[in-house]
């Protein structure tokens, strides 16, 4: 079994959950184990090498739907983009999801995902009504912000680690349609980048921007910022129909010095042709990879690494800057280089990622120890600036960083399962 990094192979005993009857005891006959539901987080998160995997893929079924007020009770194994194909006849969406919606209902609980509308919508977390919790110890909890508020706390953003979410009730936003009035403008520099994001706050729902890393060296890293409200339009343009997909993979990364100037210049150019007001389809606006499949072949047999940090507001300006310098000096660059601001929003979780902040997100080819080197660098900045890395994306932080990043950990760890273990709670937490 692999995460989406593809940055190892390791045995797994996958235990395939097939019904919530027989879960419970499943769970107390496969230990340790960790919840395995699409595999789409980048890191060690969803892997247990020699140990169990329980897959929640067969537990993907609607068992409540309330047209009137939005709120869906289903299993934990839902795709998102089932959700959100199925409700969005009848006018409703998600309220927040990530860069993908080929993932689960329980992965983006257990990670406390987040979109491109933490200003205005928070995380995942936030739109959870209650879930329910298998225990190893073969119980399982009922809990919300109001009945077991603390397991509920611990649960959102608990990297799976306090049991298998089983089923879980959402709160769904009311849409006009499926389309999203937007707006691409060029930038130049982090000053610049501050400025459209704290303009955009007040007036659109979803902002983003799109950065050219391997500038940065060179007087001020260009982007591209987008924003985007939800459209009363009742037509537009589709999303291409069809997907394609990456055949095989290549015998060494497509992401190289080759390729990386090149390819940044042109979609750096291709978007800048592009800018104004359009109209496009929520698929085609949040989820651009979800039409190539397995496109994290592109970076060859080694696979890849994706580094996601939050810095805090008051010194997010110079931490971004300080990052970006030392990306370009490595030589490292990433075409999948992705900049913004979280709200000032409570976090719902014990261990929830998203706070307020900037992010900036970033895919490296896996090139052994040269890269080992430029994540110290890298590390060295988050943690002075007293940031946090994003677990659901990590595979190599230091422990202690973990420690520093997350400070209610030790009333997390009051609800961690022992029947619980994964590739990365033993990395950073020890079991």
């Known amino acids: 079994m692999q995460s989406w990094g593809r940055l190892e192979s390791a045995l797994h005993r996958v235990v395939e959950l097939t019904d919530e009857a027989s879960l419970p005891a499943q769970l107390q006959a496969q230990q340790p184990g960790i919840a395995y539901g699409q ?14 995997l329980w897959r929640l893929g067969a537990l993907d079924h609607f068992l409540g739907w309330d047209a009137q007020t939005g709120l869906l009770c289903c299993e934990g194994g839902a795709l998102l983009q089932d959700v959100q194909r199925t409700l969005l006849p009848q006018g409703w969406l998600l309220p927040v999801t990530p860069g993908t919606q ?15 509308n933490h200003h205005g919508f928070g995380s995942f977390g936030e739109h959870v009504r209650r879930l329910w919790l298998a225990r190893s110890d073969g119980t399982v909890l009922e809990c919300s912000r109001d009945l077991e508020p603390q397991c509920f706390a611990a649960t959102v953003g608990g990297l799976g680690l306090t049991g298998v979410i089983v089923r879980a009730e959402l709160q769904l936003r009311r849409v006009p349609g499926p389309w999203l009035d937007t707006h691409t403008q060029p930038f130049r520099g982090l000053d610049e980048f501050f400025a459209l994001a704290d303009g955009s706050e007040p007036a659109w729902e979803h902002s983003v921007a799109w950065i050219d890393c391997l500038t940065q060296s060179r007087g001020g890293v260009r982007g591209i910022f987008l924003r985007a409200n939800p459209s009363t339009a009742q037509t537009g343009p589709l999303p291409a129909k069809g997907l394609r997909r990456l055949p095989v993979t290549p015998p060494v990364s497509l992401v ?32 651009p990879l979800d039409g190539l499949m397995d496109w994290n072949r592109m970076y060859g047999p080694r696979g890849f690494y994706q580094y996601q940090s939050v810095v805090p507001p008051g010194v997010a300006r110079e931490a971004t800057e300080a990052m970006l310098q030392a990306i370009a000096r490595s030589g490292e660059g990433s075409f999948l280089a992705v900049l913004k601001t979280f709200g000032a929003r409570p976090s719902p979780g014990l261990l929830s990622f998203a706070r307020p902040g900037t992010t900036l997100a970033l895919d ?51 609800w961690r399962d022992p029947g619980m273990s994964s590739a990365l709670s033993r990395r950073l937490l020890g079991s």
């Open 39 to 52: 595999g789409r987080s980048y890191g060690d998160v969803c892997l247990n090498p020699g140990g169990t």
């Open 102 to 116: 080929l993932v689960s209902v329980g992965g983006a609980i257990a990670n406390d995902v987040h979109g491109k």
């Open 256 to 287: 190289n010095a080759l390729t990386l100037r090149p390819f940044n210049a042109a979609y750096y150019r291709l978007q800048r042709h592009r800018a104004g007001s359009a109209r496009q389809h929520y698929e085609t606006f949040f989820y």
């Open 364 to 414: 490296f080819p896996n090139r052994g120890e040269r890269t080992a080197r430029l994540f110290e660098r890298l590390d060295a900045i988050v943690r002075e600036a007293g940031g946090a890395l994003y677990p659901a994306k990590d595979a190599r932080m230091p422990r202690a960083l973990f420690e520093a990043g997350f400070p209610r950990l030790n009333e997390f760890l009051q």
